[in-house]
């Protein structure tokens, strides 16, 4: 990862909103990457995830994006804050329109024409079961519903970087597998990096390649990802066979 250029990288930061402090030396953020935020409640990973998605001032330090200095302002704050995907904790979302106008836009603000943004709204939507929301408005959705259509439009942007804060805080498995399976392909293939805020292991997932552990607003362990191995019906039979 050290010859590739970090999507972000923040330098001895130092940032505090109400009660909550954040102090961190130095943290890289590379493309083809999974990171978990990992902490308890209250550890600073929602704040972090803010600063990331630069929607948080910062008191003292700096960010770099793709290598451009936020201090020296040589990049615009508010333009990459429209680039990067973000899915809140607690999102806002749209406010008018419909599930399916709201997919529409996402990607017509990718230039994509609106016979084209109509197709892929709609196929997205029904990958993900959900195609009978198409026309239901926002104030109609539940909070699990809601929740589910943010993820979809943190998929469809186009953006280096995806910044997910507890994304698996819906009870709803098969949906997780899609999504999963679809931020696998963002990972591997298309080299984007992926920034995870959760309370609880992702190992199942196994989505993880880094976790950075949060207490008390510093990173206080780096590890690679542990993952479970495999339990496919292939490693079932070599197990069977290699115990005849």
Known sequence: MSDQTPVIELQDLNVKR????????????????????FGSNGSGKSLLMDVLAHRQPVESGNILYKNKSLKRREYSQAVVKKQIAYFQQKPTGWIRGTVLSYL???????????????????????????????????????????????????????????????????PDEN?????????????????????????QSLSRFRLVDIILNLSHGRIVRVEKSRRPPRTDNRNKNRHYQNNK
């Open 18 to 37: 109400g009660i909550q402090k954040l102090e961190i030396y130095s943290m890289k953020i590379y493309p083809g990457v999974c990171y978990h935020i």
């Open 104 to 170: 529409e836009k996402t990607l017509k603000e990718r230039k994509i024409s609106a016979g084209i943004a109509y197709q892929q709204a709609m196929a997205q939507l029904d990958e993900f079961d959900l195609k009978e929301f198409a026309n239901v408005k926002r104030k109609q959705l539940s909070p699990g519903v809601f929740h589910k259509v943010e993820l979809i439009r943190c998929l469809l942007q186009s953006s280096d970087i995806l910044i997910l804060d507890e994304p698996y805080s819906i």
């Open 175 to 199: 949906f997780i597998k899609i999504f999963n399976s679809r931020l696998r392909n963002v990972i591997r293939n298309e080299k984007k990096a992926v920034v995870i805020a959760s309370a």
